[in-house]
């Protein structure tokens, strides 16, 4: 079993969604939305520290993954998204958690199976991935999605492991 954090930055909402996976099931342990306050960034920043320190201490989550920043048309809009990353992975690393990035396409990839996908196909496949009565807020919807991608990502590389641990030279063994 392996509680994971998902995080959707953002330098004035941060999603956050936290699952359970156990096997290959997934349920919903809970998500929301980091809104921070005020016009100037560093106390923006220290706000999302302080939150997704926060959810760690609830939750107490094996793994963090995170979405990477994508190149926006607005490169100002670039730099706060990184900024916001990078308080959400400092509150990672200083609770000893291991950090993994995905991009958008491969978190949509892995939920909805097209890299592509709206964001409202993000949110049903979610919300029924994760038998949710409810949909969720889109920013959490998103955190939700980087989670299950950390989960399916590491479903696959056990699954190549335990295939490659049965394989002398590449060749099945007898």
Known sequence: MSIILGIDPGSRITGYGVIKQ??????????GCIRV?????????N??????????????????AIEQVFMA?????????????????????????PVAEYSARQ????V???GSAEKSQVQHMVSYLLKLTATPQADAADALAV?????HTNQSLLKLAGQASKT??????K
């Open 147 to 151: 989670a299950l991608c950390h989960g």
């Open 47 to 64: 706000q999302i520290y302080k939150g997704v320190s926060e959810i760690i201490c609830q939750f107490q989550p094996q793994f963090f």
């Open 168 to 173: 002398v030279r590449g060749r099945l063994r």
């Open 107 to 110: 978190i949509k990839q892995s």
């Open 73 to 97: 048309k607005n490169p100002d809009s670039a730099l706060k998204l990184g900024q916001a990353r990078g308080a959400a992975i400092v509150a990672a690393t200083n609770a000893e958690l």
């Open 112 to 114: 909805v199976g097209k």
């Open 22 to 31: 156990t096997g290959n099931t997934f349920s919903y342990l809970g998500s």
């Open 37 to 45: 306050q005020g016009d100037d960034l560093a106390p923006r920043l």
